[in-house]
């Protein structure tokens, strides 16, 4: 019921999903918070702004999702109180929510990513390589980070950017993404660009490959 009215949009729909917000059950409120997401943020900001503080660790994560596209400093600074949230998942959440958002305080959380809780490690080492503050080797100590990359830059966009991208650095970061989630990815896209026109990607793509050949 709450999916098919976040999905109509009818008239009358948005009031019955914010009452669905107060329901007795977890499911249908954080079923709630996504329909309303889809809403502009101008409208129900300020209703999923309560949400932040359910009970429920699983409606507070989709709220800081939903309100990841609030894109104001206001919003940041919310959005950042919830890295102190009891819940790791609602933490690791609005980590990535921050990144989405574009706030200041991810680069910085990036460069002191060892004084960061260790739940965040991972998440800010993905957040650090998608950013291009960081790159592969340095996520040597946080396996974890693959999960929070793949969904930051899934492969196939990873291997689409490589191929498409007219933006250098996007080439770059795209196959920095795959050096780590794939090895067999990373190195085709190395044999292509090696002939790349840029000379960091280049250069990056050559030692890649000399790497895998003395592997």
């Given at each position: 019921?709450?999916?098919?009215?976040?999905?109509?949009?009818?008239?009358?729909?948005?009031?019955?999903?914010?009452?669905?917000?107060?329901?007795?059950?977890?499911?249908?409120?954080?079923?709630?918070?996504?329909?309303?997401?889809?809403?502009?943020?101008?409208?129900?900001?300020?209703?999923?702004?309560?949400?932040?503080?359910?009970?429920?660790?699983?409606?507070?994560?989709?709220?800081?999702?939903?309100?990841?596209?609030?894109?104001?400093?206001?919003?940041?600074?919310?959005?950042?109180?919830?890295?102190?949230?009891?819940?790791?998942?609602?933490?690791?959440?609005?980590?990535?929510?921050?990144?989405?958002?574009?706030?200041?305080?991810?680069?910085r959380r990036i460069r002191s990513i060892g004084k960061e809780p260790e739940e965040l490690r991972p998440v800010w080492a993905a957040i650090g390589v998608?950013?291009?503050?960081?790159?592969?080797?340095?996520?040597?100590?946080?396996?974890?980070?693959?999960?929070?990359?793949?969904?930051?830059?899934?492969?196939?966009?990873?291997?689409?950017?490589?191929?498409?991208?007219?933006?250098?650095?996007?080439?770059?970061?795209?196959?920095?993404?795959?050096?780590?989630?794939?090895?067999?990815?990373?190195?085709?896209?190395?044999?292509?660009?090696?002939?790349?026109?840029?000379?960091?990607?280049?250069?990056?793509?050559?030692?890649a490959l000399a790497s895998a050949g003395s592997g």
């Amino acid at each position: 019921m709450v999916w098919l009215l976040g999905k109509t949009r009818r008239k009358g729909a948005m009031k019955l999903l914010l009452r669905y917000l107060a329901d007795d059950e977890a499911d249908v409120r954080a079923a709630a918070v996504g329909a309303l997401a889809k809403y502009r943020m101008g409208i129900v900001a300020r209703h999923l702004k309560d949400s932040l503080a359910d009970p429920n660790g699983r409606v507070r994560a989709a709220a800081v999702n939903a309100l990841s596209r609030a894109r104001t400093r206001e919003w940041e600074n919310v959005i950042e109180t919830m890295l102190a949230d009891p819940d790791s998942f609602v933490r690791q959440r609005a980590a990535i929510a921050l990144f989405r958002m574009g706030a200041k305080t991810v680069r910085r959380r990036i460069r002191s990513i060892g004084k960061e809780p260790e739940e965040l490690r991972p998440v800010w080492a993905a957040i650090g390589v998608v950013a291009g503050e960081l790159a592969p080797s340095d996520l040597t100590g946080y396996p974890a980070a693959a999960e929070f990359l793949q969904e930051l830059f899934p492969n196939e966009d990873a291997v689409a950017a490589i191929r498409d991208a007219r933006d250098p650095q996007r080439r770059l970061i795209a196959f920095r993404v795959l050096r780590v989630q794939s090895e067999e990815a990373a190195e085709r896209a190395a044999r292509v660009l090696v002939e790349d026109p840029d000379a960091v990607i280049r250069k990056e793509a050559s030692s890649a490959l000399a790497s895998a050949g003395s592997g």
